[in-house]
């Protein structure tokens, strides 16, 4: 069964260092995604991303993120300054359709831990 | 009001039982509806779509009502590998986002 993969799998940074969090889509879905999970809480939606674009992104994707497509198949997102409140688990999702009737895929996460 | 609402839980039920879980959404205009299952520190996964007819997997049957932005999921004789946090999730703007319930928590036991 086709899978999203993400690496790495943990990442430990100091607060205030950039990190690029990177995902490999299934290979021919169009919608990518960014999830976050903190510890104990719901999943909440980051930001969307369609035909080399964000399509949609919520509050908490402020300008220290930002997410790139640079070749065919990786799909990051990127936090230039991380805070202690990044800490969280990050999930790239994608899907074939847009109007995702067709569900989302998960990967399993990147664990993300600012000290 | 919470976008996607649900009982946390956690519903402890014998192997065998059979159990329900709803979810309320609040925005009627959400277009389309589903079932996750995630387990402890692992990533969600798509249990099954959600339709107004109502739709049926094996041993789990989900329920769409759009008159009252009501879903459910119903599990029949409970295995303790469906032991798990069960996601009530909508889209919210044609495929854009997803809006996660914060989870039942379900434990099967023997």
């Known amino acids: 069964e086709p899978e999203v993969t993400q690496t790495p799998s943990h990442q430990v940074t100091q607060m205030g260092q950039e990190v690029i969090l990177r995902c490999v889509p299934i290979?021919?879905?169009?919608?990518f995604y960014w999830y976050r999970q903190i510890l104990g809480q719901k999943v909440e939606f980051l930001v969307s991303?369609?035909?080399?674009?964000?399509?949609?992104k919520s509050e908490i994707f402020d300008d220290q993120f930002s997410v790139e497509r640079p070749d065919g198949s990786n799909f990051t997102l990127k936090i230039r300054s991380t805070k202690l409140e990044d800490s969280a688990m990050y999930f790239c999702?994608?899907?074939?359709?847009?109007?995702?009737?067709?569900?989302?895929?998960f990967g399993s996460g990147t664990r993300l831990t600012v000290v | 009001r919470k976008e996607v609402e649900q009982d946390p839980g956690p519903f402890n039920v014998p192997e065998g039982a059979t159990v329900a879980f709803n979810c309320t959404y609040s925005n009627s205009a959400s277009q389309s509806f589903f079932w996750y299952r995630q387990d402890c520190r692992k990533e969600p996964k798509l249990l099954m779509s959600?339709?107004?007819s109502g739709n049926e997997d094996g041993r789990f049957t989900a329920q769409l009502n759009r008159a009252s932005q009501y879903i459910s999921l119903l599990i029949r004789d409970s295995k303790l590998s469906d032991s798990a946090t069960y996601l009530c999730v909508a889209d919210m703007e044609y495929g854009n986002k997803l809006v996660f319930g914060a989870g039942t928590i379900l434990r099967v036991k023997s």
């Open positions: 999702a994608s899907t074939w359709g847009g109007d995702s009737g067709y569900g989302y895929t």
């Open positions: 991303f369609y035909n080399n674009e964000i399509s949609e």
């Open positions: 959600v339709y107004s």
């Open positions: 290979s021919n879905h169009l919608y």
